[in-house]
T-cell receptor, first 114, second 113 residues
Framework: LAKTTQPISMDSYEGQEVNITCSHN???????ITWYQQFPSQGPRFIIQ???TKVTNEVASLFIPADRKSSTLSLPRVSLSDTAVYYC???????????????FGQGTTLQVKP | ETGVTQTPRHLVMGMTNKKSLKCEQH?????MYWYKQSAKKPLELMFV???????ENNSVPSRFSPECPNSSHLFLHLHTLQPEDSALYLC????????????FGPGTRLTVL
């Protein structure tokens, strides 16, 4: 699985848009980019997944440039409840020979202030 | 939390005790996972089960013994643990093994005295 690099921490204020960028220079052709959110003492929660260009759901948007060597998770108008750790993962999601080994890095701790 | 449930939510045990963690998924998934999350460390994958068959053992000490009696249930049997085994133990499931969208339970906070 490709290694990812993301900032250790970020601060924001309520109502702002937050963009968290993840670098994955060694991403493979079959790899997808997945983001998870984790609150303290809880399990991670899947947020969004994408392969290229832009993906949007009710929670976030994911921007992936043409070279796919990085990706940006965008959280619109954050609230205090968005304070959490955000993980960027890269891997082939199609199963078959893959044993499902998600590799979580340190993640980005987002602190939303009032 | 009707997707993946874990019991107990908190557990304190001595080093000579034997205890078990239970995980149940109500999503009809075929793959289940155990992860360990120690303080200020990334999540570490411990075991992967696919259709009740263990397909990954990530160099976990034998004092941790998983069991998957059916595709909905996963256990982690604990015996003679060490204080450094204190951590949050998370169970997850996915539609099939290898799928990046894994659904996690709330975890069991384990303290070994």
């Amino acid at each position: 699985l490709a290694k990812t690099t993301q900032p250790i921490s970020m601060d924001s204020y309520e109502g702002q848009e937050v963009n968290i960028t993840c670098s994955h220079n060694n991403i493979a052709t079959n790899d997808y980019i997945t983001w998870y959110q984790q609150f303290p003492s809880q399990g991670p929660r899947f947020i969004i997944q994408g392969y290229k260009t832009k993906v949007t759901n009710e929670v976030a948007s994911l921007f992936i440039p043409a070279d796919r060597k990085s990706s940006t998770l965008s959280l619109p108008r954050v609230s205090l409840s968005d304070t959490a750790v955000y993980y960027c993962l890269v891997g082939d999601h199609r199963g078959s020979g893959n044993t499902g080994k998600l590799i979580f890095g340190q993640g980005t701790t987002l602190q939303v202030k009032p | 939390e009707t997707g993946v449930t874990q019991t107990p939510r908190h557990l304190v045990m001595g080093m000579t005790n034997k205890k078990s963690l239970k995980c149940e998924q109500h999503l009809g998934h075929n793959a289940m996972y155990w992860y360990k999350q120690s303080a200020k460390k990334p999540l570490e994958l411990m075991f992967v089960y696919s259709l009740e068959e263990r397909v990954e053992n990530n160099s976990v000490p034998s004092r941790f013994s998983p069991e998957c009696p059916n595709s909905s249930h996963l256990f982690l049997h604990l015996h003679t643990l060490q204080p450094e085994d204190s951590a949050l133990y998370l169970c997850a499931s996915s539609q099939v093994k290898g799928y990046n969208e894994q659904f996690f339970g709330p975890g069991t906070r384990l303290t070994v005295l």
